[in-house]
Nanobody, 119 residues
C-alpha cells in the first residue's frame, strides 16, 4: 500500500492551494484519512481528519480556512487550503488507516509535500 501526496508549492499569504493524496495497492477498505504537517523545528501536528463516513475534525489553527474531503471510489483524500498564512508553511503528510487482505488494519503515510507561504 502506498500513499502519494501532491499539490504543494509556493503561494503568497492569502492564497489557496489544494493538496491531493491517492492510495494505491491491494486494499480492502480505507478507513480514516488525515493530513498532518511539520514545520521546520517543530513537531508533526494533526491538521484534519475525515472518517470513511465523511465526518471531519480540524485543528483550531485551520478551522474555517481548510477543508478536508475524500473520494472513496478513488481512495483519495484532499485538503483545500484557503486564506493561507506564513505560519502554514510546512511539509504536509497524508495518512490513512487501511484494511488489507488477510485481515488487519495498518496506518500508512505519504511522502510529504512542501507548502511554503510567503508574506
Amino acid at each position: 500500500v502506498q500513499l502519494q501526496a501532491s499539490g504543494g508549492g509556493l503561494v503568497q499569504a492569502g492564497g489557496s492551494l489544494r493538496l491531493s493524496c491517492a492510495t494505491s495497492g491491494i486494499i480492502v477498505r480505507v478507513n480514516a484519512m488525515r493530513w498532518y504537517r511539520q514545520a521546520p523545528g517543530k513537531q508533526r501536528e494533526l491538521v484534519a481528519t475525515i472518517s470513511s463516513g465523511y465526518s471531519t475534525n480540524y485543528a483550531d489553527s485551520v478551522k474555517g480556512r481548510f477543508t478536508i474531503s475524500r473520494d472513496n471510489a478513488k481512495n483519495s483524500v484532499y485538503l483545500q487550503m484557503n486564506s493561507l498564512k506564513p505560519e502554514d508553511t510546512a511539509v504536509y503528510y497524508c495518512n490513512a488507516d487501511v484494511d488489507i487482505p488477510g485481515g488487519g488494519q495498518y496506518m500508512y503515510w505519504g511522502q510529504g509535500t512542501l507548502v511554503t507561504v510567503s508574506s
